[in-house]
């Protein structure tokens, strides 16, 4: 055991810089590059007819065209991105719409507190209302500096950094609002319903 302390101390802690072991989750190693993380071959999504539909559990439901998104305000977040798979990519560089206020726009009535994301290519993943409330999480519709490129979720996809990465969608063209929660593509085949990295919530029952 001795050995392997002192290699983790020569070249730190599972590939993290020194003085961030406490950004990275248990179980995650730190990659520098961003992976492509995809079920199935990037959608071609025309911005003409794209739209992001806001309905369920509203007061009155909502789609906005590309040209209607553009005008809302728009922040930057610094996030730290986990995927299940377990890499951690830190200080990921977003802009867009914080997700405050496509609830706002959306109006979900006091009995919602889940939604589920709907995506062009099929996917979908559910998360608790409250975790869209916090000031990290956006809609996001660059990355790094540039346009978000087409394999990363473009036009548009949700960043919650305080979730493993298969709840940020990619390509989103919906946003459910429910009553009850409700599994998406990989909580249906057993991760988790919440996925809290911190928590090591990777899998259904495991923690
Ligand atoms: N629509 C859609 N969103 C998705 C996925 C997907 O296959 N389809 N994969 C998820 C997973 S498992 C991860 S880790 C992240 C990866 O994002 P990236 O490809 O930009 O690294 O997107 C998530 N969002
Ligand atoms: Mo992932």
Known sequence: MEVFRQVAAAFGRRGVPKGMEDRVPPGQYVTPKMPVMSMWPTPHIDLATWRLRLFGEVERETELTWAEWETLA?????ADFHCVTQWSRLNVGWEGVP??????LAQPKASARFVMLHCYDGYAANIDIDALRSPDVLFAHRMDGAPLEGQHGGPLRLVVPSRYGWKSAKWVSGVEFLTEDSPGFWEELGYHMRGDPWREE??????
């Open 74 to 78: 728009q922040i930057e977040v610094t």
């Open 99 to 104: 997700a405050s206020r496509v609830l706002e």
């Open 202 to 207: 990777r899998f259904r029952g495991w923690r």
